[in-house]
């Protein structure tokens, strides 16, 4: 089954797009599918992952080979001998364990002592800076992934371009260009238990033209993105899905979110840029070491991304996952065997593309004289040379002063994730 | 052609506010009028509302609402009273809480045993649930409808997580005893309140500061959240120094859903300074005390706060001029907030004609906007709850301390639109299960389209109704020859619909 491939041009909010009777969406699709045709399948994918909260970094990639981290650390540091090492220094938190084959195959790598040239240690300011792409600007109106996708058109042909996995539209996907918000992929569209099919579409065609008509505004350009995505869905056996080569995600919102993800890269339905959050990593009080609160959390998240990889087989060739985090915890443990609000973080990247097998970035040490404001790892490496790398190598976007305004992108300052 | 007979104080702030810009006095009928604050200060007219508030006089209703008190709220009170939640105080709920969690741990523990939830777990879910509605019914029942908003918008600021430990038993009580009874109080009260709550000492980790160690979580949010607002000019140190202030402010016996106790064994003895101001050694819990007298009276909390405020009554970005009104007010009247609100609607910003319709709900206005709208009469079955958490919005489960956000970016969404389009469509077909509704309160059936489509621009959509919608009804109700049907297929293109969507 061919869908049509629609225009799908937004400038200044308005879509201009036309809402006339379609045949196809009428006709209900005679073949259910897992793909539709009519995008190139190797197109580049980027899959961002927000760990809310401020995850820690030093137990997530632990300086094992460092004396400092465990006398900061007497009730919290995760001990040299359950920690998997990854080259003699740093090591992945053991319940990262199913990790380690996609560091060992070269497709992770993490970049430590990254993180905001600004110094605000509040979640919301320094989620809004990650999210807007500009540190210490409050008034930035979009967030990054949107200003990319308003600059790069050439993607801009399906609704699915960019997904945010989720009730609520994430700030980094705020903007002018087109983005959906899905909370459950399977339920996505009119539910009407009690009508028939028919019934169902005519209903969807009443709200289209009421919305195409009346709607002003985001209620406007949001409708016009969900019947559109609604209509490409329909041609997909949604319900049928199995994870391929046994993927096995973890219980829970995270899981099935990077589930979905799969599910749509796999579907061919032109997605570039997905979207989705992790949260529960604000370890102010009994973080625990090996074991514990913070294991916890890094089990599903370890657990969730290994069965992504795994899942999509030889499509992780084409896709990029970046994780990332507003900042870092503090060096020294706090009176809760937790810990506060600091700056520098670390943040992974898995995928085909990624330059795996090393921890990049500046190590600036954990040594007092080292520290941020004398408490917190440094920042060696701003967020934005990160992510400017990963649009630049791995989605060809040109105008990287564009999307992080301000901040002059020099290849030089890359940390070097993407292989060349 | 309507009449214009807009109430005299409006009309007076409004030949005021225009005459220097040498503008028209915009046209608003008393009719707009009363749309207007009933879907601001209220969830939304019930039908014939609108007409009722007309008559009364809009200002004179909105005077009325600024005191609740004087309301009478029989049917809200009457139904409260079906709601068991009520009847247990946090150390009942802490009990509960840990009986359940025996017979968890007893029933994981015994593997050849029946694995369905045990009865003093499916009373705690039970009571979960309940919680959740409460607000929800409160928020579509009451007659007191903007101390309803108010309990909403200050539950958002002083945002507790029902799911993290403790909280689970002590947020009812917060709920009922610090954020309730100082809704439309004074500001410096309430914040007292909440610092001293069990449920906010547990959820940002307070009870647990030692002087030898210090938990930022708390003082970091009580400036940068609850008080001064993230750009009010405080530093790392004084995040510090308010947290060594509020060491030994604690809770006894947390397991047991204990009271506040302050523990000066382990309270922060030294001289601090916070915004320059001193602290003398040794004054134990006064210094809090003076500290939160400190935060609500800076004028830094008084334009955060107000700002807040007309983001929720007036616009995504208000202008200047109201939120300087409601400052203005709040130093007159030393944080009386009826005086703030006040000063807020009788604003000329919050009548002018960009202000009508510019705010678009949020997933808990959208439903209890509808449940009225349709006359529905929720009990205490949690499917209103359901739905608005379903749209996003899960009561008293906003993790973060920010609370949920007031602003349209958050909430409108193409995956969200269509879930406000399905909750419409069950509730006009009367699909949600366990929810009765009144249609008949809207218009009796009838397959006449023209009657249909002028009972509902009247009676739900406040006379906004558009030539499109209008088209688009007639088309849809053209073939439907079933009374019941096509005003059911009407209310729930209404309510889904881009107006209903607006405030």
Known sequence: ?420 | MKTLVVPPLVTALLLAASVGAGQQPPVLTPRDSAFHALNRLAYGPRPGEVERVAQEGVMRWIDRQLAPDQIADGDRAAREREFRVLHYDRGDLAQLYLDAQRERRERKADTTADQTPGPVEQQGRRLAGQLAELAVVRATISERQLYEVMVDFWTNHFNVFLGKGADRFLLPDYVEHVIRPHALGRFEDLLIATAESPAMLFYLDNWESVALGLNENYARELLELHTLGVDGGYTQQDVINVARIFTGWSIKRPRQGGDFEFHESVHDEGEKQVLGVGFQASHGMDEGIRLLKLLANQPATMHHVSQQLCERFVSDDPPDGCVDDAVAAWRRSHGDLRQVLRAIFTSPDFWAPGTLGGKVKTPLEFVVSAARAVGADPDTNPRLAQLVARLGEPLYLHVAPDGYPEKQDAWVNSGALLDRMNAAVALAAGNVPGLVVHLDSIVSPTADADRLVAALDERILGGTLSPNTRKVLREQLADVGDPLQARALAVGLAIGGPEFQRQ
């Open chain 1, 1 to 420: 089954m061919i869908i049509s491939r629609r225009v799908f041009v937004k400038s200044g909010g308005l879509a201009l797009v036309s809402f006339g009777l379609d045949p196809l969406f009428l006709a209900r699709a005679a073949f259910a599918t897992n793909r539709l045709s009519g995008y190139p399948p190797n197109r580049p994918v980027l899959v961002c992952l927000f760990q809310r909260g401020a995850v820690d970094g030093l137990n997530m990639i632990v300086p094992h080979g460092d004396a400092l981290y465990y006398r900061e650390r007497p009730r919290i540091a995760v001990p040299a001998t359950d920690v998997i090492d990854l080259d003699g220094y740093f090591g992945l938190h053991p319940r990262l364990a199913p990790l380690k084959q996609w560091w060992d195959a070269k497709s992770l790598a993490a970049i430590h002592a990254i993180g905001s040239p600004d110094a605000s240690r509040s979640h919301f300011d320094a989620q809004d800076y990650m999210e807007a792409g500009t540190p210490g600007v409050k008034a930035t109106p979009d967030g990054w992934l949107n200003r990319y996708c308003q600059h790069d058109r050439q993607h801009a042909d399906t609704p699915f371009r960019a997904v945010a996995f989720g009730p609520q539209l994430p700030r980094i996907l705020a903007g002018s260009a087109p983005s959906l918000a899905i909370d459950d992929l399977q339920a996505f569209g009119l539910r009407a238990p009690r009508l028939q099919p028919a019934a169902r579409d005519r209903l969807t065609r009443a709200f289209e033209q009421l919305y195409a008509g009346s709607a002003t505004g985001l209620l406007s350009s949001s409708s016009q993105e969900a019947f559109h995505a609604v209509q490409m869905l329909q041609q997909l056996d949604l319900a049928e899905y199995r994870p391929a080569n046994d993927a096995a995600y973890p219980r829970g919102r995270f899981g099935k979110a990077m589930l979905e993800i799969a599910q749509l890269i796999k579907a061919d339905v032109g997605v570039q840029l997905a979207f989705a959050d992790v949260t529960g990593w604000d370890t102010h009080v009994n973080q625990g070491a090996s074991e514990g609160l913070l294991a916890t959390r890094l089990g599903e998240f370890g657990q969730a991304l290994a069965a992504f990889a795994q899942d999509l087989g030889e499509k992780l060739r084409d896709v990029v996952v970046l994780t990332m985090s507003e900042f870092g915890r503090t060096v020294r443990e706090n009176g809760n065997s937790g810990t506060d609000h600091g700056h520098a973080t670390a943040m992974l990247v898995l995928g085909g593309p990624v330059n795996g097998g090393t921890v990049l970035g500046r190590w600036p040490g954990l040594d007092p004289a080292q520290r941020f404001e004398g408490r917190d790892v440094q920042v060696t490496t701003d967020f934005r040379d990160l992510f400017a790398e990963i649009l630049a190598r791995h989605l060809g976007a040109r105008d990287l002063s564009a999307v992080f305004p301000g901040f002059t992108p020099d290849p030089g300052r890359f940390p070097g994730a993407i292989r060349g």
